[in-house]
């Protein structure tokens, strides 16, 4: 089965992500700390919205807070928290 559209550009980005981190290596420590830093800031955001945007539309569809859950490797009461 070919990959979908965006598993193929997730895969793109973690190529991408694991090819900077491994360029970072040669960066000065402060550089290299500072680019670690901001990359996990940048996508701790963008993960978070995305969790919470895909979290509230499974509810919409009427998902089960276990069934969400269970899809997303957390807790029910995580997956409330989401949505409150």
């Known amino acids: 089965m070919p990959d979908s559209e965006w598993t193929t ?9 694991e090819e900077l981190c491994s360029c970072l290596r040669q960066a000065p ?4 700390l500072q680019a670690v830093a ?3 800031n940048t996508f701790a955001g963008l993960n978070d919205r995305a969790l919470r945007e895909a979290v509230i ?3 919409a569809e009427g998902w089960a807070l276990r069934r ?6 957390c807790s029910h009461e995580q997956v409330r928290l989401l949505t409150t």
């Open 9 to 17: 550009a997730i895969n793109d980005i973690r190529d991408q992500v």
């Open 29 to 32: 420590l402060e550089d290299r």
């Open 38 to 40: 901001t990359l996990n």
């Open 57 to 59: 539309a499974a509810r």
């Open 68 to 73: 969400i859950a269970a899809a997303v490797d």
